[in-house]
């Protein structure tokens, strides 16, 4: 009996040691956070210096925020991924035409790669004209492109 109730042990301990290796899976059916909470945590992970976790907030929360996109081209910016953060200025600016940052931010780029400068110099004009009280930060960068135009 001692024998049998030793065995039923061990093939217990063994099953269990075979089942408890594989976890059960959670699926989340709807995102725990808000757009504007992804974008927070995207700028967290910006000013922390990881990029990469700060694009993928940032592309959470752009399925909702347009605005998200011009915070997609300034992560991409500081990767040096040109063509990337062009591309989100562009959709930031046909998003929400009013985005003087988008506008600055895309002629800055621009200003950074000594190129399309009678473009940028348009931006930078455009920002200005969109939102003055930001005057003196746009205002440098046209002075900027206009220096080495």
């Not at 995102?31 to 959470?60: C, M, R, W």
Request: aromatic share 10%; hydrophobic share 40%.
């Amino acid at each position: 009996m001692k024998k049998m109730t030793l065995l039923l042990g061990y093939g217990l301990c063994a099953m269990l040691l075979a089942t408890s290796c594989s976890f059960p899976r959670v699926i989340i059916l709807k995102d725990p956070l808000t757009p504007e909470e992804h974008l927070s945590l995207g700028v967290t992970y910006e000013q922390q210096g990881d990029f990469d976790n700060a694009i993928k907030e940032y592309n959470l929360a752009a399925k909702k925020l347009p605005g998200a996109f011009l915070y997609l081209g300034n992560a991409h910016f500081q990767k040096k991924q040109w063509k990337e953060a062009e591309d989100y200025y562009r959709l930031a600016i046909e998003k929400q035409p009013d985005n003087a940052d988008a506008h600055n931010n895309l002629a800055w780029l621009y200003y950074t790669r000594r190129e399309n400068l009678a473009e940028a110099e348009k931006l930078a004009q455009r920002a200005l004209i969109l939102n003055p009280g930001k005057g003196d930060i746009y205002r440098d960068t046209l002075e900027k492109i206009r220096e080495i135009r």
